[in-house]
């Protein structure tokens, strides 16, 4: 069965850093395309990342140069690194696979960013 567990999140100061990570089993990790998504309250869930099987990434314009994901196959565990953060960068944090046969989603973890 498909299991993705995130966690990191936390609260943090504007212009902070913080690094997430999401450990993933249940299926080939390396072959898969995974990706952090987000979702503030009262907005709809957006891509932030996303890295596929040949390690080629993609950001959401807001995140870019601040955001890094990264992923560790032989841990079939996939990160991301924020830095500079913004308050509006406040959202629960989502790993996600997509796979042939769906996608799959974790729980969420929480980041807030505020004084």
């Known amino acids: 069965q498909v299991r993705l567990v995130e966690s990191g999140g936390g609260l943090v100061q504007p212009g902070g850093s913080l690094g997430l990570s999401c450990a993933a089993s249940g299926f080939t990790f390396s072959l898969a395309d995974i990706g952090w998504y987000r979702q503030a309250p009262g907005k709809e869930r957006e891509l932030v990342a996303v890295i596929d099987d040949g390690r080629s990434t993609n950001y959401a314009n807001s995140v870019k140069d601040r955001f890094t994901i990264s992923r560790d196959n032989a841990k079939s565990t996939l990160y991301l690194q924020m830095n500079s953060l913004k308050p509006e960068d406040t959202a629960v944090y989502y790993c996600?696979?997509?796979?042939?046969?769906?996608?799959?989603w974790g729980q969420g973890t929480q980041v807030t960013v505020s004084e």
């Open positions: 996600s696979a997509r796979l042939f046969r769906g996608n799959y």
